[in-house]
C-alpha cells in the first residue's frame, strides 16, 4: 500500500493512462468519473480498465503498473488492431 500524506484527500486520486501507437497517436483513458486532459492528451473515462499492481517511483518519476478488463473505445478500430498499431503500446 502507498503511504499519502495526512493533508492529501485521497478521495480524489485516480488514474490515467497514455498509450502511444506505433505510428505515434496517442489514445488516453482514466478511472476518473469524468474525462481529464494530461500531457495534452485526452483521457477517456469509462474505457473499462481498472488499475492493477503498480510500483511508483520517487517523487514524480514513473513507476510500472498493471491495468485489468477490456478496452472499449470508438477510437480503436479493428483496421487499426490488424495493421498492428498496438503492437508493442
Keep these: 500500500m502507498r503511504a499519502l500524506p495526512e493533508g ?3 478521495a480524489r ?3 490515467a493512462w497514455i498509450l502511444t501507437r506505433a505510428d505515434g497517436t496517442r489514445l488516453g483513458f ?3 468519473d469524468r474525462d481529464l486532459v494530461v500531457d495534452g492528451v485526452t483521457c477517456r473515462a ?3 480498465w481498472s488499475p492493477g499492481a503498480a510500483e511508483s517511483g520517487v517523487g514524480y518519476a514513473p513507476g ?4 485489468l478488463g477490456v ?8 483496421a487499426d488492431l490488424v495493421a498492428g498499431l498496438y503492437d508493442g503500446a
Excluded at 510500472?64 to 491495468?67: K, L, R, Y
Aim: glycine share 16%; net charge negative; with cysteine.
Design 64 to 67: 510500472q503498473s498493471a491495468v
Design 30 to 32: 482514466t478511472d476518473h
Design 8 to 10: 492529501l484527500d485521497e
Design 13 to 15: 486520486l485516480c488514474h
Design 46 to 48: 469509462g474505457g473499462g
Design 71 to 78: 478496452l472499449d473505445d470508438t477510437g480503436i478500430t479493428p
